[in-house]
Every structure is written in structure tokens, then in C-alpha cells.
């Protein structure tokens, strides 16, 4: 069974930092791609970051240069370091897997097959 976890979701100041992490069992990590999405209240999911299983990494317009995805798969985990943020990037982030979908279309929800439950990253003074 396939699960994964997120954690590290917290209220911090804007221009601040925060490290989330995507703990996941289950599967093989290095046969998958993993993203990274948010979703605010009122608005759709949408996609922030990828790493897929041919090793590329893609992020979106809103969070290039400030965000970094990296995959520890010694330890099954991925993580989304996130700097200088904004209290725009506030939301749930989510991490999601996908087998094959993720490839060709890294930051769309729908190409991804499994999901966790979510944290909560709040950007305020």
C-alpha cells in the first residue's frame, strides 16, 4: 500500500524558510516521479515542483529560484526547500507520486496517482 506523508508545514514570517517533507513507503521511489503542489483557499491545486524519475526538475514561474525539490532515496523522502517566501505561497502543500504521467506533464494534478494528506504552510507577520 502507498503512502505518503508531508511534514514540516508552519507559520513563518514573509522572506523566511521552511523545509516540507514527503516521507514515502510503498513504492520505489526512484521509479517515480514526485511533485509538489499547494492549494489555497478558493482556488485550484496547482502544481509548484517535480522531480521526475528520469531526474529532471521543474518548477513553476511563481516559485522559481526561491523553491529547491531533492529526493534522498537512501531514505524514501523527498524534500521542498522553500526561501524567501511570500504570504502568497500560503496553502496546503501537498506531495503526490506518479508512475509514468509525470513525465510529459510534470505540474498537472492529474498525472499523479497517489497523494498525501497535505500541511499547512502559512506566510504572515
Known amino acids: 500500500q502507498v503512502h505518503l506523508v508531508e511534514s514540516g508545514g508552519d507559520l513563518v514570517q514573509p522572506g523566511g524558510s521552511l523545509r516540507l517533507s514527503c516521507a514515502v513507503s510503498?513504492?520505489?521511489?526512484?521509479?517515480?516521479?514526485i511533485g509538489w503542489f499547494r492549494q489555497a483557499p478558493g482556488k485550484e491545486r496547482e502544481g509548484v515542483s517535480c522531480?521526475?524519475?528520469?531526474?529532471?526538475?521543474y518548477y513553476s514561474n511563481s516559485v522559481k529560484g526561491r523553491f529547491t525539490i531533492s529526493r534522498d532515496t537512501a531514505k524514501n523522502a523527498v524534500y521542498l526547500q522553500m526561501d524567501s517566501l511570500k504570504p502568497e505561497d500560503t496553502a496546503v502543500y501537498y506531495c503526490?507520486?506518479?508512475?509514468?504521467?509525470?513525465?510529459?506533464?510534470?505540474?498537472?494534478?492529474?498525472?499523479?496517482?497517489?497523494w498525501g494528506q497535505g500541511t499547512q504552510v502559512t506566510v504572515s507577520s
Open positions: 503526490a507520486a506518479s508512475q509514468y504521467s509525470a513525465v510529459v506533464a510534470p505540474l498537472l494534478p492529474r498525472a499523479y496517482d497517489f
Open positions: 510503498g513504492l520505489q521511489l526512484e521509479r517515480f516521479s
Open positions: 522531480s521526475t524519475l528520469d531526474g529532471k526538475t
